[in-house]
């Protein structure tokens, strides 16, 4: 167990829609990172918060969101989703290094 | 603009047998650290090894061990008497500074056999 909680494990909706995953850093940890892994695309860094601020972003689309809140749990937003959404989302916080959540596996139908 | 590479999409190896996963890495910082990090089937990103570049030693957990070449940018890792547990997707990753984002490489699927 790595100590970061992402909910949900899987989520299955359907184009269009917009869906919220949730993720809990490991305690002590300020920093959470939203990573993307795609079979096309491979692992891409989409956003970084450091207690409650964005700190960087990467590939992220105008479609998704996120944020931090002062509990330090992160949600990221995705909205009006495509097929290619489909795929799975990491969330990994850091102290000296950077341990990754479970995920969460997205299928858009 | 950072970037890792694996060049070795697919692995096999023989169980008990030493086997070395190829990671070369484009940067032009002077701090950085490298990570390798274990995909089994079911999805998970386990966290493996670390070497800073300043290290002067190469890092080693266990079974693991990153062959550190600054000067080739390298960052191999080898995996010592595979186990049939072995058998994931491997990812070699870089940071501009340790804790910071990381940028992956495409991975490598090692497959060991009994």
């Known amino acids: ?109 | 603009a950072q970037k890792i590479t694996q060049t070795q999409p697919g692995m096999f190896v023989q169980e008990k047998e030493a086997v070395t996963l190829d990671c070369t890495y484009d940067t032009s910082d002077q701090s950085y650290g490298l990570f390798w990090y274990k995909q089994p089937s079911s999805g998970e990103m386990i966290f493996l090894i670390y070497q800073g570049s300043y290290d002067e030693q190469n890092a080693t957990e266990g079974r693991y061990s990153l062959n550190f070449q600054k000067a080739r940018k390298s960052a191999n890792l080898v995996i010592s008497a595979s186990q049939l547990g072995d058998s994931a997707m491997y990812f070699c990753a870089m940071s501009p500074k340790q804790g910071g984002k990381l940028i992956f490489g495409q991975g490598t699927e090692l497959s060991v056999k009994p």
């Open chain 1, 1 to 109: 167990d790595s100590g970061v909680t992402q909910t949900p494990k899987h989520l299955i909706t359907a184009t269009g829609q917009r869906v919220t995953l949730r993720c809990s850093p490991r305690s002590g940890d300020l920093s959470v990172y939203w990573y993307q892994q795609s079979l096309d695309q491979g692992l891409q860094f989409l956003i970084q918060y450091y207690n409650g601020e964005e700190r960087a972003k990467g590939n992220i689309l105008e479609r998704f969101s996120a944020q931090q809140f002062p509990d330090l749990h992160s949600e990221l937003n995705l909205s009006s989703l495509e097929l290619g959404d489909s795929a799975l989302y990491f969330c990994a916080s850091s102290g000296t290094l950077l341990v990754f959540g479970q995920g969460t596996r997205l299928t858009v139908v």
